[in-house]
């Protein structure tokens, strides 16, 4: 038997399982566990998919552009060595579940506060303090304008995204770096988890906040340590 080849074929299994299965979970299943690093040094983002196993063979796993030193993003999960991971650039686009190697990942403190204005996409939330009450409005879209997909732009024109709104708030206390909002009731509410991870903030809905695929769960980038007037008041209609 060619053990060397053995060898060869169980660790790309196992390399080509790790990513293929690294960023499986839904943003519900990593509100608890998600947590925040930094990149290190410059390195590829990977698709998640490596049925190919070119990802053992050429070390490349299908590159999808790349992460610099002091990016931070948000890993959902880990696995054989890979990170899932989420990025939201400043410019508000998102890279969402990709995977990248934990060699050139270093895990940092996730402080922050959840007030402030909040932005990824076609996706806004304005979260601001009133009393003991921490209040929330936010509106979001599917499909996102930014979509390439020209069936999509074609739909955009046509007919129009569907649209998503929260309008709500919940008793909690200051520096609290999560919370859950709750709007309307019985199980069409709709529920929204958000958690603080130094510039980000951490979303996740039950797809009942809007309309048909329409939801607020993502990878938000802080856009403003407070919110403005006239960004609360217009929150409501997009």
């Known amino acids: 038997m060619n053990w060397k080849a053995v060898l060869a074929a169980f660790l790309m299994t ?10 499986s979970g839904t943003y519900q299943d990593n509100q608890n566990t998600v947590k925040l690093a930094q990149v290190t040094k410059k390195t590829p983002l990977y698709n998640e998919s490596t049925a190919s196993g070119t ?11 790349f992460l610099i030193a002091g ?3 948000a890993v959902t999960a880990t696995r054989g060595g890979w990170a899932c ?7 508000g686009r998102a890279t969402w579940n990709q995977a990248f190697p934990l060699s050139s990942l270093k ?6 506060t959840l007030e402030g204005s909040w932005e990824v996409e076609d996706q806004s939330l304005f979260i601001r303090r009133q009393g ?12 996102w304008s930014s979509t390439p997909d020209p069936a999509v732009q074609r739909r955009l024109k046509e007919s129009g995204p569907n649209i998503g709104n929260v309008d709500t708030s919940v008793n909690l206390s200051r520096g609290a770096t999560w919370a859950r909002f709750v709007e309307g009731a019985g ?11 130094g510039p ?21 980038r802080l856009t403003g340590k407070t919110v403005s007037e006239q960004d609360w008041r217009s929150a409501k209609a997009p």
Request: charged content about 10%.
């Open 107 to 112: 895990f940092v403190a996730a402080g922050g």
């Open 132 to 143: 003991g009450r921490l209040m929330v409005r936010g509106w979001t879209q599917w499909p």
């Open 71 to 73: 990016d931070p993003v």
């Open 200 to 220: 980000y903030l951490f979303a996740s809905d039950n797809n009942q906040c809007g309309g048909v695929n329409a939801t607020f769960s993502g990878l938000y």
């Open 14 to 23: 196992c390399s080509t399982s790790a990513l293929a299965e690294v960023c």
């Open 85 to 91: 991971v989420m990025f939201t650039g400043v410019n």
């Open 55 to 65: 990802c053992a063979r050429t070390g490349s796993c299908g590159t999808k552009g």
């Open 187 to 197: 199980e069409y509410a709709c529920q929204l988890q958000v958690r603080v991870l």
